[in-house]
């Protein structure tokens, strides 16, 4: 395998090697891979005519063809790309173009205004036409790229923090080709592939969409976002696309399940589905696996931090996952430890500990937060001979007694209920095992000491109540079992708990109010 100092080889190696073949569908059209690079290397012509060498460029554009030329525009002009979804909220936009200091920002016509109030000081706009429709300097593009390595920044993913502040998390070129190689090769990607883009190209899971497509020279499908509020017509596309590879979020491929997406459907063509991002319920699962017969289906895991993912499973058709489904081995060139609270090695069956991940994926760190790429970014706690870093993820596992690994649920998903430390994930799964339940997710009403449970499904909650108190300890019960037509997701399409814990206090305001409206007048009225 050839080395690969930048991801752009990639491209520049497909359009060398087959020109006409397509490369990206979106909504309005498609593209050949050597249309692909030319539209890139005017993109980074004009970026590089605003000097964006080592520097942030802000793709603010809905995700498709001109986005992803943008996105390699900014690497051939020596800078690093920064998706952002054009959905989200103007103050999260102002609060990413802040901590990047003195970005670039391409924006759609549509989205300029938006976009340059946004803005820092030391910030600048562009607008998306004039970018993609600048004519090609090539020696401008060389010298951009001279004294680059493969430890420069290739994009910044900025995902939600534990205090509200976005986390740039910066992934360097050497990390993507590290991981995106053994990921191709394990996965059997192939040149006739067609892979459907499910996630907005600021969450990592499109990362293994785009790059496992250049890598492996085949088609990117991008699903038109409109096609997710609408499920049978959403696999309706999938099949007429005759898509052959879903990496998908675990939320998306439920949305279809539990809205019976899949009824009187067919996906003939596709034969590999990855998912990831929560735990895949087992139900949801079940019924992706009746209706893809031939397909196959694997378990990721892995957050922003370690590139991607650092551990996979493959689901095997005939085995009983009533114990849920293990997050498998590593990935070749990772290793990933479970530590105990003192830094010690756990071994022992059934002991949780704290996964934490070494190699040369993990992310360059936080785009400046020095101190919280401090304390996730650290040294291996196993040693200290030499200086070995070690992300630590927040997320807990258990081996099991044939030595399997599953997730335990979060360290900040950990509360105290009762006196009782009290993992959310492990509520939800107890609730799973009942009859009638497609999905739960667990909230913690903090100001009221209360957990509820939110399910999806045909349940009755007296039924549900009545398994739980068979299946979990008193202090795990909830106070609540609530049924739900459906979880709200987050951007980047796992469930929402605040939102549902803000949908049941609603709910409760709304009833209060029927009940008693002068009282409730007199309450709201006091909260103002």
């Known amino acids: 395998m050839p080395l690969r100092r930048s991801v752009l080889s990639y491209l520049e190696d497909d359009a060398a090697r087959f020109p006409d073949r397509l490369a990206v569908i979106d909504e309005h059209g498609s593209c050949t891979y050597e249309v692909l690079r030319h539209r890139a290397q005017r993109a980074g012509s004009a970026l590089a005519a605003h000097e964006a060498n080592h520097r942030a460029v802000v793709v603010y554009m809905e995700k498709g063809i001109d986005a992803l030329s943008t996105m ?60 993609l429709e600048a004519p090609l300097d090539e020696a401008a593009l060389v010298a951009s790229r001279r004294g680059l390595t493969d430890s420069d920044p290739a994009y910044v993913l900025f995902t939600s923090g534990s205090t509200g502040t976005p986390k740039g998390v910066a992934v360097s070129h050497r990390a993507i080709t590290d991981f995106i190689g053994d990921f191709t090769r394990l996965f059997g990607f192939r040149g006739d592939d067609r892979i459907a883009n499910q996630a907005p190209f600021d969450f990592d ?19 038109p976002r409109p096609l ?27 949305l279809i399940t539990s809205l019976h997406g899949l009824d009187g459907k067919t996906l003939s063509a596709v034969r590999r589905v990855l998912f990831s991002g929560e735990v895949m319920p087992a139900e949801h699962l079940r019924t992706w696996m009746e209706h893809l017969p031939e397909a196959s289906f694997a378990n990721l895991y892995g957050p ?17 996952y009533g114990e849920g489904i293990p997050l498998g081995v590593a990935f070749p060139n990772r290793e990933v430890l479970l530590v105990d609270g003192e830094g010690r090695p756990v071994t022992e069956p ?27 970014f650290t040294q291996n706690p196993l040693h200290n ?41 492990e509520v939800d799964a107890a609730i799973e095992g009942v009859q009638g339940v ?18 999806e499904g045909t349940a009755e909650a007296a039924a549900v109540r009545a398994e739980a108190h068979e299946k979990l300890p008193p202090f795990m019960i909830p106070t609540q079992i609530v049924a739900v037509e459906s979880m709200p997701l987050t951007k980047n399409g796992k469930v929402d708990r605040a939102a549902l814990l803000e949908q049941s206090r609603a709910a409760a305001r709304a009833r209060r109010a029927r009940r008693n409206p002068g009282l409730s007048k007199a309450r709201n009225e006091g909260e103002r």
């Not at 899971?205 to 699903?223: E, H, Q």
């Not at 002991?351 to 760190?365: D, K, Y």
């Not at 596992?397 to 979060?410: D, I, K, V």
């Open 72 to 131: 390699f525009g900014a690497l051939y002009a020596g800078g690093f790309y920064v998706p952002v979804d054009p959905q989200v909220p103007a103050d999260r936009l102002a609060r990413i173009a802040g901590a990047l200091g003195n970005p670039l920002v391409v924006a759609d016509g549509d989205r300029a205004a938006a976009a340059a109030a946004a803005l820092p000081a030391e910030g600048e706009l562009l607008v998306a036409a004039d970018v």
């Open 205 to 223: 899971v499109s990362v293994k969409d785009i790059y496992g497509a250049l890598a492996s020279g085949c088609t990117l499908v991008v699903v």
């Open 228 to 254: 997710f509020s609408q499920p049978a017509a959403l696999v309706d596309y999938l099949e007429e696309q005759r898509v052959t590879v879903m990496t998908w979020a675990v939320a998306a491929l439920c």
């Open 304 to 320: 922003t931090e370690v590139t991607c993912n650092c551990l996979y499973h493959v689901i095997e058709r005939d085995r009983d």
């Open 350 to 376: 059934g002991t949780v500990g704290e996964l934490m991940v070494r190699g040369v994926s993990l992310a360059l760190g936080y785009v400046g937060d020095p101190e919280r790429t401090a304390l996730s």
């Open 385 to 425: 001979h030499f200086p070995d870093r070690v992300y630590r993820t927040g997320d807990l596992a258990a081996f099991n007694e044939t030595g399997e690994l599953f997730y335990r649920g979060r360290k900040d998903n950990q509360i105290k209920h009762q006196g009782h430390r009290v993992e959310l994930e």
């Open 438 to 455: 497609q999905r739960c997710r667990c909230a913690y009403d903090k100001e009221r000491k209360r957990l509820i449970a939110f399910y």
